[in-house]
T-cell receptor, first 117, second 114 residues
Framework: GDSVTQMEGPVTLSEEAFLTINCTYT??????LFWYVQYPGEGLQLLLK?????DKGSNKGFEATYRKETTSFHLEKGSVQVSDSAVYFC????????????????FGKGTHLIIQP | EAQVTQNPRYLITVTGKKLTVTCSQN?????MSWYRQDPGLGLRQIYY???????DKGDVPEGYKVSRKEKRNFPLILESPSPNQTSLYFC?????????????FGPGTRLLVL
């Protein structure tokens, strides 16, 4: 079945450091890829997404590029802030995976990011 | 304001006592689903619904029921809760099915089964 693998952390960085969170996937078809963020005590919200190979999603200074050849969707940010502290989830939806319908999300385990001032 | 709401937000119950967690969305979304979040496991889908009266199992459906009688509501029912259903539950919805749609999540319901 489909799966998503990401570093779990916690990842601790200083403010203004460069961030990379790795994400790789396996999928039956041609999935759409997502990064969701969960701030303390809140639900998940979409950070960015890409729906086809070589697409780049970006939002709030974060970027990720859909790399079909390496089955990856790594999250990057050039200069992190304390307010970026959260749990980040990489996820995919696969229209050829019947388990959750075309929009069912398969999640990685989440990466807890801690930014220190 | 476009949103997904869940109630209750926190619930402590005992083994075997039936409970319902409600979920409602005001965005006229077709697709709705339930996930549970557990430490070290991430989020896993329990059930989903592609439209009114259309529901199906996700990855971890055992011990749960759902219904979709109206487009906006998608309650999660635990007929006989057990301690292994202690978890954080999220409802989510998206505009339509077909892949690539952004899902909107509710704030979560934290359940403790004693």
């Amino acid at each position: 079945g489909d799966s998503v693998t990401q570093m779990e952390g916690p990842v601790t960085l200083s403010e203004e450091a460069f961030l990379t969170i790795n994400c790789t996937y396996t999928a039956t078809g041609y999935p759409s890829l997502f990064w969701y963020v969960q701030y303390p005590g809140e639900g998940l919200q979409l950070l960015l997404k890409a729906t086809k190979a070589d697409d780049k999603g970006s939002n709030k200074g974060f970027e990720a590029t859909y790399r079909k050849e390496t089955t990856s969707f790594h999250l990057e940010k050039g200069s992190v802030q304390v307010s970026d502290s959260a749990v980040y989830f990489c996820a995919l939806s696969d229209p050829e995976y019947s388990g959750g319908g075309a929009d069912g999300l398969t999640f990685g385990k989440g990466t807890h990011l801690i930014i220190q001032p | 304001e476009a949103q997904v709401t869940q109630n209750p937000r926190y619930l402590i119950t005992v083994t075997g006592k039936k409970l319902t967690v409600t979920c409602s969305q005001n965005m006229n979304h077709e697709y709705m689903s339930w996930y549970r979040q557990d430490p070290g496991l991430g989020l896993r889908q329990i059930y989903y619904s592609m439209n009114v009266e259309v529901t199906d199992k996700g990855d971890v459906p055992e011990g749960y029921k759902v219904s979709r009688k109206e487009k906006r509501n998608f309650p999660l029912i635990l007929e006989s809760p057990s301690p292994n259903q202690t978890s954080l539950y999220f409802c989510a919805s998206s505009y339509r099915t077909g892949g690539g749609e952004t899902q909107y999540f509710g704030p979560g319901t934290r359940l403790l089964v004693l």
